[in-house]
């Protein structure tokens, strides 16, 4: 029996070799399935990985409420410049209250930022100075210190 490579068909394979034909189908009734459960799988997989996302952001978006409400909370009178930065600067609310008592140190007997000024300094550097209208451009540091309180007042800052 010489057999050409055409001649092969499914029937020719049913009706000639029925054993062969029905393990052939047995074999991809089983890939079949096998790939039902594969894609079945992936997608649980993939429900219980959105799901952890999901949980995650939840958990991030509370926890960085609590960091920012934590550390408002520990905030003193004039230390809002301070608040915003640590805010800003991803810091928590013990790094806040070191910056806050270093700042409190270095203002010593000044509770507030607006005393920190009237004594004629500024705040960790970030205050601006202002020159005042019609004042000379070199002023004495309890000069500056004014017009920077003043500079701020005007703008609703203290």
Excluded: C, W, Y
């Excluded at 600067?89 to 070191?98: D, K, L, N, R």
């Excluded at 008592?101 to 004629?120: D, P, R």
């Amino acid at each position: 029996m010489n057999i050409k490579k055409e001649d092969i068909t499914a029937s020719f394979v049913a009706e000639q070799l029925p054993e062969v034909a029905k393990a052939l189908r047995a074999e991809g009734v089983a890939s079949v399935k096998t790939e039902e459960l594969v894609a079945g799988a992936r997608k649980e997989e993939r429900d219980q990985a959105e799901q952890k996302i999901a949980a995650a952001k939840v958990e991030g978006a509370t926890a960085e409420r609590d960091r920012i409400a934590k550390i408002q909370g520990l905030a003193m009178e004039g230390a809002d410049e301070l608040v915003a930065k640590a805010i800003a600067e991803g810091h928590t609310p013990e790094q806040f209250a070191m910056d806050q008592v270093s700042f409190l140190k270095k203002n010593a007997g000044k509770t507030t930022a607006k005393s920190a000024l009237e004594s004629g300094e500024t705040i960790a550097g970030q205050v601006p100075a202002t020159p005042v209208a019609g004042q000379k451009t070199q002023l004495t540091p309890a000069q500056q210190a004014k017009a920077d309180a003043e500079a701020l007042a005007a703008k609703g800052i203290i």
